[in-house]
């Protein structure tokens, strides 16, 4: 794109390498992309660029902790979504509310709007946890009942966030199978952060390999496991995970 002068590329691959480094466990390195791809949208007018750079920020500041800063992009995103209307808006809207909710204490109030289709995304497994979180286990196991079957037989842009938290759902409603499905799916992927495509961000793959080993009943491995989430959410400077998992690990015993 630099090559050519295509300056619209190059901001959407900006944006698409502040992701990849995001979700392969490299923060530091996705702020300055994001940055960079965020300030040219925004100089150029190009409502489509600023969200999908802003899919990222928002989810990234709010799990730094940042919470004032994510709703102000939030709220910019919204704005923009008036004017630019996409066949996924529905799901992508869904995914900056949760991106903000999961972490600063309002997810309660957005589970309402969490009863649709089973088809419809957030689905299964992702669906079961967000009711967990908002403390409504029997809305979780009826998500989780209600999912597309097998709900982790699929591969794309969702797979991980669905993967990750079957792990937590597993330790939670006591499915150990589900958790030797999940722990086997997420073991090579150690390291890297769990988004849901470019948004909704929930912290990295080993806390919730440590759920899913929980689940099966190998505390010492939930612990070794858990032990390299709480390394890397300190590196990652995102104390609302790091809060969120140690009431985990003070639930489970790991």
Not at 73 to 93: G, N, W
Not at 114 to 137: E, K, M, N, S, Y
């Amino acid at each position: 794109a630099i090559r050519v002068g295509d300056v619209d590329s190059r901001i959407l691959a900006t944006s698409l390498c502040a992701n990849a480094q995001a979700q392969l466990g490299h923060p530091e390195r996705m702020w300055p992309l994001l940055d960079i791809a965020l300030d040219d949208a925004r100089r150029r007018r190009r409502p489509f660029l600023v969200m999908v750079v802003l899919s990222t920020a928002v989810t990234w500041r709010a799990i730094s902790g940042d919470f004032a800063r994510a709703r102000d992009l939030a709220d910019e995103y919204f704005q923009l979504e008036h004017r630019v209307r996409l066949a996924q808006s529905p799901v992508a809207a869904m995914g900056i509310r949760l991106g903000v909710a999961l972490w600063d204490g309002t997810l309660p109030a957005l589970t309402q709007y969490l009863g649709g289709p089973a088809d419809v995304l957030p689905v299964g497994c992702f669906r079961a946890a967000l009711h967990i979180r908002a403390g409504q286990p029997e809305q979780a196991r009826a998500a989780f009942a209600d999912a597309p079957d097998p709900p982790l037989n699929t591969q794309d842009w969702y797979s991980l966030a669905e993967w990750a938290t079957a792990g937590e759902i597993a330790a939670h409603l006591d499915l150990p199978e589900l958790g030797v499905h999940a722990y086997g799916l997420l073991a090579p992927l150690a390291g890297w952060s769990v988004n849901a495509g470019a948004g909704t961000a929930i912290g990295p793959v080993d806390a919730f390999l440590a759920l899913a080993a929980a689940a099966t009943g190998d505390l010492e491995l939930a612990a070794r496991h858990a032990d390299d989430a709480e390394r890397l959410m300190d590196t990652w400077r995102i104390p609302p995970v790091r809060r969120w998992f140690a009431g985990e690990r003070d639930r489970f015993g790991f």
